[in-house]
């Protein structure tokens, strides 16, 4: 009987021998899990998270935030309560479709959540985010296959101060993996560049920045398909499912962008550029009219990365041209009211000394 039973085992070592499969192996643990899809949106759980790593933004903050970090939320409430101000980062991973782009997209979306606007017009919850649009070659599957192709910022987005914007990544040298951020202090926009923080209606702060550590990236998932508990996703006290439902790299956007030098930031509204100039001059004129210059146009032009040289030579060039302009016009005043006038004899009036 025992060498029946041997010659049965040893036929069917034979037989997964011949089919390729080891006797001894478990079941495919690791396919099975990187065939999950909790938000069905086409993209496995894993690969979000691989990319999500992959491309996290480096993000500046200021160490006196008044809000301090970025805090966590309590899962599975309606309601966002937070939890702790660990600087946890929140992410999305949505497949894209562009015209023209046969290869997979996939848009990738980085959510700084703030217990609290502590800026000018304050409020309870600050939801602020940084995406950026990427392609992978059709004939590949590894993480590694993907490449940046946009950058997007997020500030202030669909208010009057709307500073968002949109740039290659190549431009910021992103292109294979995150950008750096500048996060506002106290307002928390984000920005693509430091010296671009200063060029909306004058609230947003970027002075003391240090890298900002991000303990850990959750996946939200999709808004109707919410992952690891973030029900709060949908809740009415802020405008977070508008901000997960729309795409940050529409078609015109990119054609605009397309148009411009392969150096520039483009903000995504340019339109409001001269109402943010006017509302900056409440701080200051002389730095509103500078505004007005080159930020008036559809983007800041980055003169192969010297931004901050580029745009301060432009700002000093306007403030001296606005200094001369006044000391031309005081000399000319101070000229004609320091002339003597000629007086109708018989007066003892006399022209005021000069």
């Not at 609230?203 to 808004?223: A, F, H, T, W, Y």
């Amino acid at each position: 009987m025992l060498c029946v039973r041997l010659l049965a085992l040893a036929v069917l070592c034979s037989l997964f021998r011949l089919a390729g499969v080891a006797a001894t192996d478990p079941p495919h643990a690791e396919t099975s899990a990187q065939a999950i899809d909790s938000d069905q949106d086409g993209l496995s759980d894993v690969l979000e998270q691989e990319l999500l790593v992959r491309f996290a933004p480096q993000f500046q903050s200021d160490p006196q935030d008044c809000a301090g970090v970025p805090a966590s939320f309590v899962p599975d409430l309606r309601n966002p309560v937070v939890a702790a101000e660990d600087v946890t980062v929140y992410g999305q991973a949505t497949p894209r479709t562009l015209a023209g782009v046969p290869d997979p997209l996939v848009e990738l979306r980085y959510f700084h959540l703030w217990r609290k606007d502590c800026g000018r017009m304050g409020h309870p919850l600050d939801t602020e985010h940084v995406s950026v649009l990427i392609q992978r070659r059709a004939d590949a599957h590894g993480t590694q296959d993907w490449r940046a192709l946009y950058w997007y910022a997020a500030a202030h987005e669909d208010t009057v101060c709307d500073a968002s914007q949109v740039t290659r990544a190549s431009t910021l040298g992103a292109e294979n993996d995150g950008a750096q951020v500048w996060i506002s202090r106290g307002k928390h926009a984000s920005f693509l560049n430091q010296e671009l923080c200063r060029r909306g209606c004058g609230g947003d702060k970027c002075g003391s920045m240090q890298p900002l550590r991000v303990s850990r990236i959750v996946n939200l998932g999709e808004e109707r398909n919410p992952m690891n508990g973030s029900l709060w996703i949908a809740s009415a006290v802020w405008p977070f499912a508008a901000k997960m439902t729309r795409t940050d790299f529409d078609a015109e956007t990119l054609a605009r962008l397309q148009s411009l030098p392969a150096s520039d930031i483009a903000w995504v509204n340019p339109s409001k550029r001269p109402a943010q100039a006017t509302i900056a001059a409440g701080n200051s004129t002389a730095e509103a009219l500078g505004t007005g210059n080159r930020d008036t146009d559809a983007a800041i032009s980055l003169a192969g990365g010297a931004t901050g040289n580029a745009l301060g030579t432009t700002y000093g060039k306007v403030t001296q041209a606005l200094k001369q302009s006044v000391h031309g016009v005081g000399h000319a005043l101070h000229g004609e009211s320091h002339t003597p006038k000629k007086e109708p004899p018989g007066t003892n009036n006399e022209p005021d000394k000069p």
